[in-house]
């Protein structure tokens, strides 16, 4: 990297893959409030519609291990943290950058796994038994996250620009909000039945469905 618009460009750059991360960020907000939230919750949703809210689970999922993994990617072509790092003149700094960046790759390499054999290919063996996939959990998301945001916050300080202080937005609960009317609309449709049965008179289903809004 040569010169004051050199490294502009790279801080540029980075922007550009911070802002991919902050929304890595809001995703698996959405995903933590919505699906690791208590028993009753995951109730509410398949009482709903299991189905649907099975497909919206996966399909979080599977876009929070894209995220994570396209940062990591080692392709040239592609703006990953590598090709970033790659840039740089220090090449101390650039192979401490890459050392930690290597690590960040071990401690989610099953996301890679299931990002190579299932979520962007279709891999033959794993089609036919899906049960040769490694698990996930929730630690190994997190984990990743917050050494991607680690890294950002390393490679940044190098660069002259600002670092984030966390990488979780302070958002609305949308997830939190999404089960809660939920709940509201089954119970408000539970009295609504139970006012065509004649078990609640009209003034009792408009009372107890006023004190759920």
Known sequence: MNGPLAVETAVNKLEVARKHLVMAYARWTLYREIYRS????????????????????DLLIDSIILDITRLLDKDGRTLSLRRIISDLDDEKTAKLLNKSLDDVADAVKILKIHRDKRVAHFNQEIALDARKLPSLDAKMFEDGLKRLGDLMNKLAEHLGA?????YEPVTDPTGTSIVVYLRCGLQAAELGKKAVLGEISKEELFEEVAKLA
């Open 162 to 166: 600002d670092c984030y202080d966390g």
């Open 38 to 57: 208590g028993k009753d919750n995951i109730d509410v949703l398949n009482a709903v519609t299991g189905l649907g809210w099975g497909m919206i689970h």
